[in-house]
């Protein structure tokens, strides 16, 4: 994977995986629990890439955003090799 100049090796994995057209599908789209789509309703976030903007802490404080949400996005994330485009 070629190393973007402006910004370290990690950042540009990150980069990189950030395009994969799973993170462009519709959150609609996945089989998911109730809860995350309540979620993302409240949040107006309408693919996963809108989610991965934020770091976890911040999910964590987002209305509606609990532990099962986040359980549910790491299966989604991790049945596509994501999961390391989630931020601390």
Request: aromatic fraction near 8%; glycine fraction near 4%.
């Amino acid at each position: 994977m070629p190393t973007l100049w402006f910004v370290g090796a990690e950042e540009s994995k990150r980069m990189m995986k950030a395009i994969h057209p799973i993170l462009l599908k519709p959150v609609e789209q996945f089989e998911t629990i109730e809860e995350f789509k309540e979620m993302c309703t409240l949040n107006n976030f309408n693919t996963l890439s809108d989610i991965i903007k934020y770091p976890v802490s911040q999910l964590l404080k987002k209305p509606g955003f609990g532990m099962r949400v986040l359980k549910d996005l790491l299966r989604i994330l991790m049945e596509n090799n994501l999961e390391n485009v989630l931020k601390d």
